[in-house]
């Protein structure tokens, strides 16, 4: 399985950004995706994660209410709507798949993703 990103870039506090992650092969239904970021010499965290089998989505408390995860099963293809940037939002992106089902209020954490994609960057000035 191939995972590959796009939609990163440079925009100025408050703009806003697509990201999309798109699947060579996979059926996105039966597993957790997520996005997760990685600022320079900061540790990667989750940003937010989707199980579509019970229409659940996870969100890191820093982007509730501005980040908005969805995907499209028939295209292969998850996003990461990014509204109302801030400067502290500035990392690499990374998506990734095949994550197991959320259990007990719990989502997985990276360790649990067996596949990534490149990265991709954002930069808020």
């Known amino acids: 399985v191939q995972l590959v990103e796009s939609g990163g870039g440079s925009v100025q506090a408050g703009g806003s950004l697509r990201l999309s992650c798109i699947a060579s092969v996979f059926t996105y239904s039966r597993y957790c995706m997520g996005w997760f970021r990685q600022a320079p010499g900061k540790e990667r965290e989750a940003v937010a994660a989707i199980y579509s089998v019970l229409s659940a989505t996870y969100y890191a408390d820093s982007v509730k209410g501005r980040f908005t995860i969805s995907q499209d099963n028939a295209k292969n293809t998850f996003y990461l709507q990014m509204n109302s940037l801030k400067p502290e939002d500035a990392a690499m992106y990374y998506c990734?798949?095949?994550?197991?089902?959320?259990?007990?209020?719990?989502?997985?954490?990276?360790?649990?993703?067996?596949?990534w994609g490149q990265g991709t960057q954002v930069t808020v000035s």
């Open positions: 990734a798949a095949g994550g197991p089902a959320p259990y007990g209020g719990r989502w997985p954490s990276e360790l649990l993703y067996p596949y």
